[in-house]
């Protein structure tokens, strides 16, 4: 019964905060918000995390957070370690070696600096069915096939997939940028890792390295949840739990979900981007 009341007012909370958001959103408020970002002071050795949401950027955190870090679990929410930039809070966590910012900014708003950028991208189906489980966490109640159509009408506040992805690989500006693709963070994890230490120019004896990779499994982060939930992290506080944020973490999910009509509109938006690496 307490349980359920928590529940009721959790998602009255979060309802509340996404109409907030909604009305806050346009105009002048998203303006002033990117001008607070440019403002801040960034340093040469500071690391971005970018991605479009639902494409592994909690799993990036964690590996970065256990690369820049002793690894001990003891923090209370990954995003206070590796916090998003658009959210307001940039300092350096005292856990960590080296700052790493969290964002989903598209490329125009993303602060241009001499920093090192990860961007992390994932197939556009399987962001669609991780995204359709996120909002279901938040309280959506519409079925699969409403969700994705809101998306496809570009009602989702989180922007479009393949404008992000496109903006980020063409990179305009030059900046420092590595990309990983989730696919090959599941196929050959460690591979990836060294990628990623050399991008950063940071060099692990193996026993440090093996501690990453295991950490940064799906198994070790799932028995450590808490520290990962979304709405856990807004509702810090209330020390309520949900369990859903670290889903099933696979490749080609999408393909089970999406109907071949809307495989083909994800397609075209990959074919309208031409997002070759996506093809
Ligand atoms: P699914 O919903 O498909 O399971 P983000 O952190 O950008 O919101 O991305 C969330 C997605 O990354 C979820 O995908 C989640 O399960 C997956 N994920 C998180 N940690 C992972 C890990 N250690 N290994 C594989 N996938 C992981």
Redesign the pocket.
Known sequence: MLKAIRLFFAKAYLLFCAVLHAILEPGFEKQERIMNILSYKYRDNDVFLV?F???????MQ?TLYQVFSDGEMDIDHIRNVIPYVEEGEIGQHKKLNRRVIASHLYYEDIPKTKAKYIYVMRDLD?VL??LY??SKNFGYEGTFDQHIEKYFKKKYKGGVWGKHLAGWLENKKNLDVHFVK?ED??VDFPKQLDEILSFCEVELDEETKQRIIER???TY?KAHQEK?DQVQYILLEENYIQNN??????VG?GKNYLSDEQKTIAQKEKENYTLAVYQ
């Open positions: 991605s949401p639902k494409s592994g950027t909690t799993w964690m399987d069915v991780s489980y996120h989730y963070l599941k940064s499994s799906m982060m990962f944020f670290l889903r099933k973490g696979e999910d």
